[in-house]
């Protein structure tokens, strides 16, 4: 059958868990808070994930579950409680406090659910309580952000308006920039999930239309459409093919006349092919292999094969929902191996045998491949640059092709022609 292999695998994993998500969506929502409900395990991951921003007065937290908690000795919903309400009274600002779920609050089964209930009755009116879980049993890495999105979709006001809903976490200015694109095309009233105030939720109904920005939001899809929203399949906006036929099913849901559409996207089409020309360059006939870690790696791949000629080695994605990636899969080459999940020792036998050009992967892997000689790109890059949009497509091939370009640069100090001379000279 046409169409590229669909492959599953699993076994040991590289990848984050959903708790990671925590880092962008606290910048997009000012006043919510994350308060993990883990261990000093899971308050490592996310002080090391945030960097520096661990000391700019973050909005997450961890309530850390102590040898007392996991023993029974001490109530752990008291304890809870306790250390919510010492939060909010120490930080009046916030209006929304996510709960958000670990492996340890899952394994000694802590029923968030309900102090987040419990909690919505005391504080009512002044701080919202949600929770979802982030836990590596259950999420990886980007799943986060669809736990949290799915949990505020029960807080959406219904409305009945004709309007398109952005769903997904996006870099402000390419959030503001896809909306300015879609109004001159003659969408009137757009909102995103989630809001830039938490408490500034947009309504949802049967008048609302639903084009996701982001692959990995399975199951905030579903709760939508279930409120009656109309959920588009449409390719992602990475690259600028992407992100012309992601507009486009809009237009076309809300009927816009083709020439008007035209008018817009044009003129930025022809931008984006020369800005995309440098990158094509350096990029064209190189062997790409992409490792499982985001859901971002099927659109990813796409862009990269028509609009780069990159050669697909192998396609890895943690999760593939086949409906919501129809469409990318459809664009993808004949009996390129899609591969869901990972065994990850099986995928770098994989990647050696198979010398690609370029390997996209976490940092766990990136830096003893570079030293086998393989050029990598970090992926987690990906999610925190702004590279969704016609416009970003050329920014989005130069995180490409910085790598194999840097590679050459250093070449000579690499294998230099006379052994004795050192490399730092
Ligand atoms: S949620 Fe699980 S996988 Fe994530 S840091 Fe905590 S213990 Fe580790």
Same mark, same amino acid.
């Given at each position: ?17 959903? !708790?990671?998500? *925590?880092?962008?969506? =606290?910048?997009?929502m ?13 308050a490592? %991951? *996310? ?13 997450? +937290? ?13 109530? #752990?919903?008291? &304890? ?7 939060? @909010?009274?120490?930080?009046?600002? $916030? ?20 102090? #987040? ?37 029960? @807080? ?13 976490? @996006? ?15 003659g *969408?009137?009233?757009? =909102?995103?999930?989630?809001p ?7 309504g ?12 990995? %939001?399975?199951?905030?899809?579903? !709760? !939508? ?13 990475? +690259? ?15 009927h816009?006349?083709?020439e ?8 930025l ?18 062997? $790409? /292999?992409?490792l ?9 791949a796409? /862009?990269l ?25 459809a664009l ?25 050009? %370029? ?12 030293? &086998?000689?393989? #050029?990598?790109?970090?992926? $987690?890059?990906l999610?925190?640059?702004? *590279? ?7 920014? %989005?091939?130069e995180? /490409? ?7 050459? @640069? ?16």
């Amino acid at each position: 059958m046409a169409g590229p292999t669909l492959l599953k695998e699993s076994g040991p994993r590289e990848v984050f868990c959903g !708790l990671t998500s *925590i880092v962008w969506l =606290h910048r997009r929502m000012p006043d919510a808070f994350f308060l993990v409900v883990g261990s000093r395990t899971c308050a490592h %991951l *996310i002080q090391s994930a945030a960097g520096v921003m661990i000391f700019a007065e973050p909005r997450f +937290g961890t309530a850390i579950l102590s040898e007392r908690d996991l023993a029974g000795l001490a109530d #752990a919903h008291d &304890e809870l409680d306790r250390v919510c309400k010492e939060l @909010l009274q120490r930080r009046p600002e $916030i209006r929304t406090l996510f709960l958000v779920g670990s492996c340890p609050s899952e394994v000694i089964k802590l029923d968030l659910a309900r102090a #987040a209930e419990r909690l919505n009755e005391e504080l009512s009116g002044r701080v919202r309580v949600v929770n979802y879980s982030g836990s590596g049993i259950e999420t990886t890495f980007t799943q986060g952000e669809d736990g949290a999105l799915a949990a505020l979709v029960p @807080l959406l006001p219904a409305s009945d308006e004709r309007q398109l809903l952005l769903v997904g976490t @996006l870099a402000d200015a390419v959030e503001d920039r896809q909306m300015h694109l879609f109004k001159r095309m003659g *969408i009137e009233t757009i =909102h995103s999930l989630p809001p830039r105030q938490s408490t500034d939720l947009p309504g949802v109904g049967a008048g609302t239309t639903v084009l996701l920005t982001q692959p990995f %939001l399975t199951e905030t899809a579903r !709760l !939508l459409s279930n409120r009656g929203a109309t959920v588009l399949t449409a390719p992602f906006p990475l +690259g600028a093919e992407g992100s012309r036929r992601w507009m486009e099913a809009a237009a076309d849901d809300f009927h816009l006349p083709n020439e008007r559409v035209a008018a817009v996207l044009d003129p930025l089409m022809k931008r984006a092919e020369s800005a995309l020309a440098r990158h094509r360059a350096v990029l064209e006939g190189k062997r $790409i /292999f992409l490792l499982p870690e985001s859901q971002l790696e099927l659109p990813l791949a796409r /862009f990269l094969q028509r609009e780069c000629g990159m050669e697909l080695v192998e396609v890895g994605t943690p999760y593939l929902n086949r409906e919501q990636m129809a469409a990318e899969l459809a664009l993808l080459p004949d009996d390129v191996p899609v591969m869901e999940g990972q065994h990850v020792e099986q995928q770098l036998d994989r990647v050696r045998a198979s010398q690609p050009d %370029l390997v996209v992967c976490g940092m766990g892997l990136a830096n003893p491949l570079e030293a &086998e000689g393989i #050029a990598t790109k970090w992926s $987690i890059e990906l999610v925190f640059s702004p *590279i969704h949009g016609i416009d970003q497509a050329g920014d %989005l091939a130069e995180l /490409f092709s910085r790598p194999l370009h840097r590679r050459q @640069l250093i070449r000579p100090g690499l294998h230099p022609s006379n052994p004795d001379t050192p490399v730092h000279a």
